[in-house]
């Protein structure tokens, strides 16, 4: 794959540990994101790139990986006003606090876009 093709990044976290607090339609959101997706993919505008169960390692990795390319970062799952709730490697919650997050995702030089779909923020 041509490595100028814009990346679409969809990275989604649900609460494995209380489950009063479990998404039971992310699964429903990453797919109806991945069809709205599925023309441009195969007429190979871009690259589109999943990660669910979603850990901070996953997200450096993945803007490691695609380095620069990344042109739209989706996260969907429970965040509030100051940080985004992931998953550990244990399964265990995450945190990745926004000013952090901000800092790192405005030093992508390809970014145009991210969409944070979380319950406040």
Same mark, same amino acid.
Do not use: W
């Given at each position: 794959?041509?490595?100028?093709?814009?990346?679409?990044?969809?990275?989604? /976290?649900?609460?494995?540990?209380?489950?009063? *607090?479990?998404?039971?339609? %992310?699964?429903? @959101?990453?797919?109806?994101?991945?069809? +709205?997706?599925?023309?441009?993919?195969?007429?190979?505008?871009?690259?589109?790139?999943?990660?669910?169960?979603?850990?901070?390692?996953?997200?450096?990795?993945?803007?490691?990986?695609?380095?620069?390319?990344? /042109?739209?970062?989706?996260?969907?799952?429970? *965040?509030?006003?100051?940080? %985004?709730?992931? @998953?550990?490697?244990?399964?265990?919650? +995450?945190?990745?606090?926004?000013?952090?997050?901000?800092?790192?995702?405005?030093?992508?030089?390809?970014?145009?876009?991210?969409?944070?779909?979380?319950?406040?923020?």
């Amino acid at each position: 794959q041509p490595a100028n093709k814009p990346v679409i990044f969809l990275a989604f /976290a649900n609460d494995r540990v209380d489950n009063t *607090a479990y998404l039971r339609n %992310l699964p429903i @959101e990453m797919d109806g994101i991945r069809k +709205a997706l599925q023309k441009a993919r195969q007429a190979g505008l871009c690259e589109v790139v999943e990660r669910a169960n979603t850990t901070v390692e996953n997200i450096l990795d993945v803007f490691q990986e695609y380095r620069d390319r990344i /042109a739209i970062f989706h996260y969907g799952g429970h *965040a509030d006003s100051y940080e %985004l709730l992931l @998953e550990s490697l244990s399964g265990e919650h +995450a945190v990745a606090h926004s000013e952090g997050l901000v800092s790192f995702l405005a030093r992508q030089k390809g970014l145009q876009m991210v969409f944070i779909n979380g319950c406040c923020s």
